[in-house]
C-alpha cells in the first residue's frame, strides 16, 4: 500500500439475534473467503483439497465456499466448545447444491461430521448433520445412532441451483428440520452425545463411507442448544446484513531515487512489482506504464504505474516515480603548472598565452568560466600566478581545476613547466572496503613522490592528489600532478524484521505496536535512516494491512530500503468493506473513515472525549449532524483534562459524529476516545469517572481523512 492511496476500512460486527449469539452458539462462520470462526471460540478451520471462495446468495463474490463433492472439506481442531452438545444440539446454515456426476443423482447435504475415524462407533461421530436423498428415498442423520427416513422427501426434495435456508434441531426428545424458517419434518428422539477428540469435518462425513458435499456453503452456526422456531425465523429474516464486500487494493513499491551511472545520463532501475491485496482469490498485477525493471531510466522523473483488476472488473491502479538525479559533476582539464624565465630582470613580468581548458559532462553541456587569475595573452609577474576555471552542467554539479603560472629569473628558477605523467584515475571502492587499493606507473623512473599515496596502497573515498617531482641540471626541478578519484558506488546494508501479526484488543480497531529499527552498516558510514512509509514504532495501526518502509543512505548519497507489513486483526469484527467516501457538505471536506455503528436506547447522550494512549499534542475538531461542537482542541490524557459534550440524537436516523484531525501528533495518527454516556449528564460530569460508560469507541484520523461513527437511538 503505497503513501498515494488512501483507503478505508469499516467493519461490521455480528447481526444475529441477541439470543442466538448469548444462548449456545459455539462456532459460527460467515465463509467470506476464509474459514474464521466468529463466536469467540477459536474454531478456525483449514481448508482441504477442491474448496474455493465463491459468490453468495447476494451475488458478492467471496461471500460463500464452494466445494467440489470429490475432495474438498474444511476441518476444524477439536475443542473444549465443539464437545459441548451433550443433549441439544442446533445447525443453521444456507446451502446451495450442485449436481455431482459423480454422485449419479443421489444428493447429499454433508453439512458437518465431529469424527474423522471410519468405523463407526457409539462416539464416532458425536454429532453429524447430513441429510441424503436418492430418486426413491432419503434419510436424515444426526449420529451413528440416528438416521431415519423422512417419509415426504418428494415434497422436501432439496433443487440444484438454488439457496436454501436449512436448520436441524436436537432438543433431548425429537429431532427437527427447518427449510426457510419454515419446520419440514420431525421424528422423535432421546438419547446424549459421546464426546471424542476427533477434528469437526465441514463438508465431509467420513465414518462408515465417505460423502462430501457438492455446492456451496454460507452462514454455518452451531449451537449446542436447542432453536425455538421464532429464533430460526428470526435468523432466517435477519440473516441478510452480512453480505460479503469484494475489496482489493494495489500497493506500489515506495518512490525510487537514484544517482547517474558513472559516465551516463541514465541510471540502470531495479524494482519489484506492485503488491495487490485481494480478499477474493488471487488477482494478477501488471504493469501498464513505463520502462520494465532493469532498464536504463534517463535523468529525471519517470513514472511507473501498475493496474490490477477484481473477478468482478474493479480495477485499480497505483504509480511509483523513479527519479534519476545527475550528481556527477562535469570533467574540465586545466593545464599544468608552467614556469617563465625572465631573461631581463628590468621588464615587469612574461607575456604568456595559454589554452582555455575544455569542459565535458555526462549529460548536458558545462558552461565555463575563470574565477580566479589573468586572461590569456597578459604579462604575468614575477612570482606565482593561480589561475582557477570552473564548470557548472545543468544539474548544478560543479567541478574546479587550476594551475599556476611561476614567473622567476633564471638564476632562482627551482621548478619548471611538468608535463602529464599520467591521466587522472577515477576508480569505484573495493566491495565492503571505504576506499580502494590503486595502481599506477610512472615511465619515467627518474621521478620521486613527493605528495600522496605511493602505488599498490590503499586510498581512500574522495580524491587524493599524487605529485611527483625529478631533478633537472642546475637548480631546475620538473614536477608532475595527477588525481586519484576513489568512489563510492556501494549502496548500505539494511535489513527490516520480518511481518508481524497482532490481534486487536475486544472491539478495537487498531492495536500499538512496537517493532525494531532496521539493521544498518555500511562500507563507510550510515549517514541518516528514515521512515518512508507507515508508522513509527509505538504507534497506533488501524486493522487491514500497513507496510513499513526504511530507507538507510550513506554519507555518499548512497541509499537503500527494507520494507515489512503489520497486519492488524480482530476476530470480532464481521468482515471488512471499503467505504470510503469524500463528503460533499461545504463544513468537511476530508474523506470519512466510518467505524461500527452504535445504538442507544436513549436519545439523550452525554461524551467524555480524551487521548487514548499517550498525550502528544493531536489537535481535532468535532462535528456532530454538521454542527462544531469541539473546535480545533487539543486532546489531553483522562486524567489531565476531560472535553464533556451532551448531544441529542434524532430519533430512528443516523446521527453523524465526526472527528477531524489537525495534524498526527508527535505519533501517527490521531487518536481520540469517546465515552458514551445515556442521559444529560453535563452539568455534573465529574461524577461519570467512577460509573461504567454504556459503550467505548476510539477513532483514528489523519489530516484528510477524519473518524465518523454513525449513532442510533431507539426511543420514540
Not at 74 to 92: A, E, F, G, M
Not at 270 to 285: P, R, W
Not at 448 to 464: D, Q, Y
Not at 548 to 565: H, K, L, P
Amino acid at each position: 500500500m503505497n503513501s498515494n492511496r488512501s483507503f478505508l476500512l469499516v467493519f461490521i460486527f455480528l447481526t444475529f439475534s441477541c439470543l442466538a449469539q448469548g444462548q449456545g452458539l459455539i462456532a459460527y462462520y460467515p465463509f467470506d473467503n476464509n474459514t474464521a470462526d466468529f463466536s469467540g471460540n477459536n474454531n478456525d478451520g483449514t481448508f482441504h483439497g477442491g474448496v474455493k471462495a465463491t459468490t453468495d446468495r447476494f451475488g458478492k463474490p467471496c461471500g460463500a465456499i464452494q466445494f467440489n463433492g470429490k475432495d474438498g472439506y474444511i476441518s476444524v481442531p477439536n475443542s473444549t466448545s465443539l464437545q459441548s452438545p451433550k443433549n441439544s444440539l442446533s445447525v443453521s446454515v444456507w446451502f446451495k447444491l450442485d449436481s455431482a456426476p459423480s454422485q449419479r443423482g443421489n444428493r447429499w447435504l454433508s453439512i458437518l461430521c465431529k469424527g474423522s475415524e471410519r468405523e463407526e462407533q457409539y462416539y464416532n461421530p458425536q454429532y453429524r448433520i447430513q441429510v441424503y436423498q436418492s430418486p426413491i428415498q432419503s434419510t436424515v442423520s444426526l449420529s451413528t445412532d440416528f438416521t431415519e427416513y423422512d417419509t415426504n422427501f418428494v415434497a422436501n426434495a432439496f433443487p440444484y441451483g438454488q439457496w436454501l435456508f436449512y436448520v436441524l434441531v436436537y432438543d433431548g426428545q425429537n429431532v427437527t428440520s427447518f427449510v426457510n424458517g419454515n419446520k419440514i419434518w420431525e421424528f422423535p428422539y432421546a438419547n446424549i452425545f459421546f464426546k471424542n477428540d476427533n477434528p469437526l469435518d465441514i463438508g465431509r462425513d467420513m465414518p462408515g463411507n465417505i460423502e462430501y458435499f457438492c455446492g456451496a456453503l454460507d452462514e454455518l452456526r452451531i449451537f449446542n442448544t436447542a432453536l425455538t422456531q421464532d429464533e430460526i425465523r428470526n435468523l432466517f429474516t435477519k440473516d441478510i446484513a452480512s453480505a460479503a464486500i469484494e475489496t482489493i487494493d494495489l500497493t506500489c513499491p515506495i518512490d525510487i531515487i537514484v544517482p547517474n551511472d558513472i559516465g551516463k545520463c541514465s541510471a540502470k532501475v531495479n524494482f519489484n512489482k506492485a503488491a495487490v491485496d485481494y480478499n477474493c482469490g488471487n488477482a494478477n498485477v501488471k504493469q501498464i506504464g513505463g520502462l520494465t525493471s532493469g532498464s536504463s531510466f534517463p535523468i529525471g522523473v519517470s513514472k511507473i504505474s501498475f493496474e490490477t483488476k477484481s473477478r468482478t472488473g474493479v480495477t485499480k491502479v497505483c504509480d511509483v516515480n523513479v527519479t534519476v538525479l545527475d550528481q556527477e559533476p562535469p570533467v574540465i582539464d586545466c593545464l599544468r603548472d608552467t614556469v617563465l624565465i625572465m631573461n631581463d630582470k628590468s621588464s615587469k613580468g612574461v607575456v604568456f598565452n595559454y589554452k582555455t581548458p575544455l569542459a565535458k559532462d555526462n549529460c548536458s553541456h558545462a558552461s565555463l568560466s575563470k574565477s580566479e587569475g589573468l586572461p590569456s595573452g597578459s604579462t604575468f609577474p614575477e612570482g606565482k600566478n593561480t589561475i582557477r576555471f570552473i564548470a557548472v552542467d545543468e544539474a548544478n554539479n560543479k567541478k574546479e581545476c587550476a594551475f599556476n603560472v611561476y614567473v622567476t629569473s633564471s638564476e632562482n628558477a627551482t621548478i619548471i613547466s611538468s608535463k602529464s605523467c599520467l591521466q587522472d584515475i577515477v576508480k569505484s571502492n573495493d566491495p565492503l572496503q571505504c576506499g580502494a587499493i590503486v595502481n599506477y606507473e610512472v615511465l619515467d623512473n627518474k621521478y620521486t613522490m613527493v605528495e600522496g599515496i605511493a602505488s599498490g596502497r590503499f586510498f581512500p573515498v574522495g580524491l587524493t592528489t599524487i605529485k611527483l617531482q625529478k631533478k633537472l641540471s642546475g637548480n631546475l626541478t620538473e614536477e608532475c600532478m595527477f588525481t586519484v578519484d576513489v568512489r563510492d558506488n556501494e549502496k548500505p546494508y539494511i535489513h527490516c524484521q520480518e511481518d508481524i501479526n497482532i490481534e486487536a484488543i475486544g472491539t478495537e480497531t487498531s492495536a500499538i505496536v512496537n517493532y525494531l529499527l532496521p539493521e544498518t552498516s555500511d562500507n563507510c558510514k550510515v549517514d541518516s535512516l528514515y521512515i518512508t512509509h507507515g508508522f513509527i514504532s509505538g504507534s497506533r495501526f488501524p486493522l487491514g494491512t500497513t507496510p513499513v518502509s526504511y530507507r538507510a543512505i550513506d554519507a555518499t548519497g548512497n541509499s537503500a530500503e527494507c520494507s515489512f507489513n503489520v497486519r492488524v486483526i480482530n476476530k470480532n469484527a464481521r468482515v471488512a468493506i471499503n467505504t470510503e467516501k469524500t463528503l460533499t457538505k461545504p463544513y468537511l471536506p476530508d474523506k470519512v473513515v466510518y467505524t461500527p455503528d452504535l445504538k442507544f436506547k436513549k436519545c439523550m447522550l452525554t461524551l467524555l472525549l480524551y487521548d487514548d494512549g499517550q498525550e502528544d499534542n493531536d489537535t481535532v475538531s468535532v462535528y456532530f449532524n454538521g454542527d462544531e461542537i469541539v473546535s480545533r482542541e487539543m486532546i489531553r490524557l483522562r486524567d489531565h483534562h476531560i472535553i464533556v459534550r451532551s448531544v441529542s440524537l434524532v430519533s430512528g436516523k443516523r446521527n453523524d459524529f465526526i472527528v477531524r484531525a489537525w495534524n498526527n501528533g508527535s505519533i501517527s495518527p490521531n487518536t481520540i476516545k469517546i465515552e458514551f454516556y445515556e442521559g444529560n449528564h453535563n452539568d455534573n460530569a465529574l461524577r461519570l469517572r467512577k460509573q461504567k460508560p454504556a459503550r467505548v469507541r476510539v477513532l483514528h484520523s489523519h489530516p484528510g481523512v477524519a473518524g465518523a461513527i454513525s449513532i442510533q437511538c431507539s426511543a420514540r
